[in-house]
């Protein structure tokens, strides 16, 4: 099965056509889902793609394009399905190895990291086995910091290859943190997850406001637990997690002020009333049509 030959597809009206080469499967059932699950990612993959090029297609794009978005939303309900997993079943090679590259984990690569981003999910594979440490204790942190109101859900994992199935958190076509929301709701958000951090003896070491802290207004989450520590020593923990508040607060401080200064900037005073920049692009939007209108007269 495939979305070039044996998928007929005009729009919303699609069909699947020409099974000579099926199989039934006599092996047990979780081979079979697993290789039907594995399957229908390259299908959803391919189908992403494919609706990228429909887009530049001016007439049909509409149409299509919502067909191929829906069916790569679904790719969520897939990873989530909770009486069966697609990760568990060591004889197949791992997920990530599978997925088209090009498409979903073109770019998206970290240090020490291979990460495939989808609309609500993120798989996150730790490649070094040398590095399996790390990817026992980010896993590990996903157990302690598990309240979703500032951290991601982990939804599934593979020991084996070292991937983690993660909650996508962050806005969709969304270019960099937008701190739209006033200072004391940041302050409260921050205070919140370091009472988090002190009762689990976490020491976050590399958070952040800027790469680990995601932020669009008053949706805000942290990522990425990888280099964070647990101390032992008490007093010394609180006294660091204290000081690392401290500074993170201040850039808070920082940005919300400067959101705000950018913000005022975008607006222009014309005859004596405030109007915004769309304001204004509407403005010479209609006046272009009504110079053309006038030129067709």
């Not at 889902?33 to 049909?60: A, T």
């Not at 990873?79 to 197949?92: D, F, G, H, M």
């Not at 998206?108 to 730790?126: L, Y």
Request: charged share 30%.
């Amino acid at each position: 099965l495939n979305t070039c030959c044996n998928t007929i597809v005009n729009g919303e009206q699609i069909r699947v056509i020409d099974f000579c080469r099926y199989q039934i499967m006599k092996k047990n059932a979780t081979e079979l889902i697993e290789k039907n699950k594995i399957l229908r990612l390259n299908l959803l993959s391919k189908l992403r793609k494919e609706k990228e090029s429909v887009n530049n297609i001016e007439n049909d794009a509409s149409k299509e394009g919502k067909l191929a978005a829906s069916a790569t939303n679904n790719l969520t309900d897939i990873l989530q399905e909770s009486n069966e997993t697609i990760l568990v079943n060591k004889t197949n090679p791992c997920l990530i190895d599978l997925i088209d590259k090009a498409d979903m984990c073109s770019g998206n690569d970290r240090p020490g990291a291979k990460v495939c981003v989808f609309p609500n999910v993120i798989i996150k594979q730790i490649p070094d086995p040398l590095k399996h440490k790390n990817y026992v204790q980010e896993k590990n942190f996903f157990g302690l910091l598990n309240d979703t109101r500032y951290f991601p859900k982990l939804y599934d994992y593979d020991d084996r290859c070292r991937t983690m199935l993660i909650e996508n958190v962050q806005a969709v076509q969304r270019q960099g943190n937008v701190w739209s929301a006033s200072y004391s709701y940041y302050e409260d958000f921050y205070t919140s997850i370091f009472e988090i951090f002190n009762a689990n003896n976490i020491w976050p070491n590399d958070l952040n406001t800027c790469c680990n802290t995601l932020v669009n207004g008053e949706q805000i989450r942290v990522i990425d637990f990888g280099k964070y520590v647990i101390r032992k020593k008490r007093e010394s923990l609180l006294e660091q997690n204290k000081e690392l508040l401290s500074d993170l607060l201040s850039e808070v401080k920082q940005r919300v002020e400067k959101h705000q200064k950018n913000n005022n900037k975008k607006k222009r005073v014309i005859w004596g009333e405030d109007i915004t920049i769309t304001d204004l692009k509407n403005l010479r939007k209609k006046m272009k049509e009504k110079s053309a209108m006038s030129v067709r007269q």
